[in-house]
Nanobody, 115 residues
């Protein structure tokens, strides 16, 4: 089974930056669709960003221009660079990997934006 290990979450001031990482165990990483979701308290889980096997990124309107998703196939790792963070970005962030009709989720990492 594919394992996803996330890191990089934490507490940051409004306007600050964080970089989330998600390392995957699968040898089929380069053929996988990758993405990030988040879930704020009292809200449904929401899609944030995705990146294709062709390295094409797409973003939710709420984060466009502030967040950047990227992938490193050699390291089998997907990243989410978050800049100009707002209090509304506070949530548990999850990475997701789709391969061969299966979907795998990371354990989630807390991001808190507060002064």
């Amino acid at each position: 089974q594919v394992q996803l290990v996330e890191s990089g979450g934490g507490l940051v001031q409004p306007g600050g930056s964080l970089r989330l990482s998600c390392a995957a165990s699968t040898s089929t990483f380069s053929q996988s669709l990758l993405g990030w979701y988040r879930q704020a308290p009292g809200k449904k889980r929401a899609w944030v960003a995705s990146i294709s096997t062709g390295n094409f990124p797409v973003y939710a309107d709420s984060v466009k221009g502030r967040f950047t998703i990227s992938r490193d196939n050699a390291k089998t790792t997907v990243y989410l660079q978050m800049n100009r963070l707002k209090a509304e970005d506070t949530a548990v962030y999850y990475c997701v990997l789709d391969i061969s009709g299966r979907t795998y989720w990371g354990q989630g990492t807390q991001v808190t934006v507060s002064s």
